[in-house]
């Protein structure tokens, strides 16, 4: 025991020497730190809205890393949703708070934290859409 009281404190926690680490709960210790980025759902958007427009509207609240307005495979119209990946969820927090409900381009929006995406079969070729298949006889 005495050869650890040699040990400087900096060495001994690094090295959790003194087994006083406790296992990381997922939230910051302080509130002040920032927390990773955030994707957001964006709903009822009218038609002619640009990824333009969608960042600078977020960028209001913070940075934002990415848009991807959805749009139609055929038409290649917008299919009236987005998704506006924010750089910290502070901020993704303060637009959804803010924007949820607001008017824009005519429509009252609706923002939320995206929810992750469904896992799809891996059977599918990538030319198929779904729907129905006839059997081949």
């Known amino acids: 025991m005495q050869d650890q009281a040699r040990i400087p404190w900096i ?22 730190e920032q927390k990773s980025e955030v994707n957001l ?53 303060k637009a959804i708070k803010e924007l949820d409900g607001d008017q824009f381009a005519g429509r009252i929006l609706r923002v939320s934290e995206a929810r992750p995406r469904a896992e799809r079969r891996g059977n599918r070729s990538p030319f198929d859409r779904g729907g129905y298949r006839r059997r081949s006889a």
Do not use: K, W
């Open 41 to 93: 759902y964006v709903g009822n958007l009218d038609f002619d809205v640009a990824e333009d427009y969608l960042r600078e509207l977020f960028g209001r609240y913070g940075l934002v890393d990415q848009v991807a307005l959805m749009r139609d495979h055929d038409t290649g119209r917008s299919r009236g949703f987005a998704f506006v990946e924010m750089a910290n969820t502070n901020d993704g927090d």
């Open 11 to 32: 060495i001994r926690l690094a090295f959790d020497l003194d087994n006083t680490a406790q296992p990381c709960s997922g939230t910051s210790p302080h509130p002040h």
